[in-house]
């Protein structure tokens, strides 16, 4: 069966009224070439046996939960299936968006995203479908996951060349 990395969807209601989406794929390799990691759990008795004993540390940044989730279990086919199918929706992609609506009716020239029809833009997402239904991850998603707080910073186009403690003395000092 040839893939596509063409967006091909097809949309059906569900007894509930809320619409189904199937997406078309975004890459152009199939399910079964995928590898899912679903075992790598860190073993922390077998570290303390070497003198690596790293419970304390986990345990006072309170990610004791963090780490029993990600040694729980996966359904690798629904891994595979939504990252085959996954897009990533950011500033680019809104403002995409935007210009096409733009493309089609001139007239809407400096309306809001609402005016336009279109969702407003909160953050940045990785979209996708398993069996129709739309799932999309955030970074509030993840830190919901880890049982953690969403916060810190992100600086985009920064100089490969500028180091990572250059920069954070540089954001502490403005």
Known sequence: ????????????QIATGESLQIKGRTVKLEEWQLTVQVENP????SLAHHVCDLRTYINSQDLDGHFKMLNGP????LVKYFWVRAEIYDKHVARLEEHEKLL???SLERKTREQLGLK?????KIRSNIMGIPVTITEETIAKACRREAEG?????LDSKTSMLEQNVHNITL
């Open 120 to 124: 407003p833009f909160t953050c940045t």
């Open 74 to 77: 996966s359904c690798e086919n």
């Open 153 to 157: 910073s992100f600086e985009e186009n």
């Open 42 to 45: 860190v073993d922390f008795l």
């Open 104 to 106: 089609i009716d001139p």
């Open 1 to 12: 069966m040839a893939s596509s990395s063409s967006k091909q969807e097809t949309s059906m």
